[in-house]
């Protein structure tokens, strides 16, 4: 009995090694931790520190109830992108009827953290929705730790924007026109009216909508919150404070009335893309992508990145972070969640190369690959100019 079970043991601990020991990426395909389970980190964004890389994302769990916030913020840590430590929830939920804005039962999406080289402070930032109000609150939210795999403190949630203007705002928006609240939605004069301001004076006092949401911070050091807003209708770039931890009050539109979600942005030869989604629900579509000379633009639309089958829904997926890989120069991973809503806990992730053609990102499938692409890649200089 005793050696059946040290067999037992042994097979156990074998195959758990075996489950750490991957050395390529399998988009779509099941991604065990070192417990052999499956990622649980969904809407997420990456931090590389100190020669390891953290994993932060959105913890489901099984049924209905997954969709919104039951634990947390989870955390992997790794060093080579391709075996991930669980290191547990990150930031917590609060008991529920706590009041709490992030109490049990809220919604938390898209958390992105950042480390603050002035306060030695991990700043977390994230989508949140309140307890019970559907998407109707929009509003992005702060938490902050001295260790990069938590716990988070929770900070404050913003509307962004209150009381201030775009970069740029013509004086005209600033005035109503008179019966543009009565045009009938989608039509050109309406999507004309977006793109001149509509929301934005409806949304000037308490502060813009903030939905779907990635967090960028420049070689100068200074960080953006950028986000989807004015009813998912318009992106917009917003200045953060020298913590990380509030706004400036500079703020700008991307793709007036282009109806995007999803950002993930990164910056290669001082230039600045942007990959987004359209807006579907949990439903795939063509990914869009973007490009600028500055982080507050203007942006210039570009083709849909993704290339050949199932390139018109992103290979079954939606954008989430274009992660920088240490160490190689301009190589960048696409980072996407293959939504399941019914089973959130099943969702599973779609990490590909990103590479250039010009100033157009360009996605290729590939069901099985590692970092060794990037060699390859910078090798032939004319795939990566």
């Not at 903030?210 to 917003?238: G, P, W």
């Not at 980072?335 to 100033?359: C, H, Q, S």
Request: include cysteine; charged fraction near 20%.
């Amino acid at each position: 009995m005793k050696k059946t079970l040290i067999v037992a043991a042994l097979l156990a601990v074998a195959g758990l090694a075996q489950a750490q020991q991957r050395t390529a990426f399998e988009p779509g395909q099941v991604w065990p931790d070192n417990h052999g389970t499956h990622l649980n980190a969904h809407g997420a964004g990456v931090l590389y520190d100190r020669g390891h890389y953290y994993l932060f994302g959105e913890h489901k769990i099984a049924g209905g109830r997954g969709n919104s916030a039951q634990v947390g913020v989870h955390c992997y840590s790794s060093k080579d992108l391709y075996n991930w430590t669980d290191e547990g929830i990150a930031l917590a939920v609060a008991p529920a009827e706590s009041g709490s804005e992030i109490e049990q039962g809220s919604i938390i999406e898209r958390p992105k953290v950042v480390f603050n080289k002035k306060t030695g402070k991990y700043v977390m930032w994230f989508h949140l929705e309140l307890k019970g109000k559907g998407y109707s609150a929009a509003r992005t939210a702060v938490a902050v730790s001295n260790k990069a795999t938590g716990p988070y403190v929770y900070v404050k949630s913003y509307r962004p924007g209150a009381g201030r203007w775009p970069l740029g705002c013509a004086p005209e928006w600033k005035q109503p026109v008179p019966g543009e609240k009565d045009l009938k939605w989608w039509t050109p004069e309406w999507r004309k009216a977006v793109a001149e301001g509509l929301f934005i004076r409806r949304d000037f006092e308490p502060g813009q909508m903030a939905r779907d949401m990635t967090v960028f911070v420049d070689d100068d050091d200074k960080a953006y919150n950028i986000h989807s807003s004015e009813d998912n209708l318009t992106l917009h770039v917003a200045e953060l404070t020298p913590d990380y931890q509030g706004f400036t009050g500079r703020w700008n539109t991307i793709a007036p009335a282009g109806h995007n979600e999803a950002p993930a942005i990164c910056k290669r030869n001082g230039k600045y893309y942007l990959i987004t989604s359209g807006c579907t629900g949990w439903d795939p579509n063509a990914a869009r992508s973007f490009v600028a000379s500055t982080i507050w633009g203007p942006w210039q639309q570009l083709d849909n990145p993704a290339t050949g089958p199932q390139a018109n829904v992103t290979y079954n997926s939606q954008s989430t972070y274009l992660l920088p890989v240490a160490g190689k120069k301009d190589a960048f991973i696409f980072m996407a969640d293959r939504w399941t809503p019914k089973n959130p806990i099943d969702g599973g992730y779609v990490w590909l190369p990103l590479r250039f053609e010009g100033d157009q990102p360009r996605l290729q499938w590939a069901d099985r690959w590692n970092l060794s692409v990037f060699d390859a890649t910078n090798a032939q200089g004319a795939a990566n100019p």
